[in-house]
């Protein structure tokens, strides 16, 4: 069975759809290099856009309220974002196993340093981005879990799923 072939298979039995897959091969199986951060869940390897595979977080511009006591906004989408750039500071040297290729031409992958093996994993633990069960298959559930019960990062108050956000403000 092809690569491609699996990640439909993959994205079919986790009750997900394949239209956010390209129907290309992905150009390569991995990617390495100096990373810069395009926001919560991009990065950009040489030349090559990255999407974190199986993570969702919030948009540059969205916000989020607050602890519940607090009703001020708090921009989330520009904190997950810090958040990742604090870790490829650390060490920019970015190395990425490619799952597949998104419907916006942007590699799929599950990317780590020396630091962390897994930068999604670590967004999702330190509750700045989402598990997104149909495409990873539930892989980062117990970080989510754990980001929810100890309140951490978007969870500290209420906040609109990236998805939706993204839908609602599409102009």
Request: proline share 4%.
């Amino acid at each position: 069975m092809t690569r491609l072939a699996t990640t439909v298979l993959a994205a079919l039995l986790a009750g997900g759809s394949v239209a956010a897959l390209s129907v290309a091969e992905p150009k390569a199986t991995a990617i390495a290099g100096n990373a810069d951060v395009v926001d919560g869940d991009t990065i950009l390897v040489g030349t090559t856009r990255v999407r974190l595979f199986g993570i969702d977080a919030p948009e540059a511009l969205q916000t989020c309220t607050g602890a519940p006591a607090s009703k001020t906004s708090d921009d989330c989408g520009l904190k997950a974002a810090l958040f990742l750039v604090d870790m490829i500071d650390r060490d920019p040297m970015v190395s990425c196993r490619v799952k597949a290729t998104d419907r916006y031409g942007r590699t799929v992958a599950v990317c780590g340093t020396s630091k962390f093996t897994d930068l999604g994993a670590m967004m999702v633990l330190h509750g700045w981005a989402v598990d997104v069960p149909r495409y990873s298959g539930g892989a980062y559930h117990d970080q989510e879990a754990a980001a929810k019960a100890e309140r951490l990062g978007i969870w500290s108050g209420t906040f609109v799923p990236p998805s939706e956000w993204r839908k609602a403000h599409r102009n």
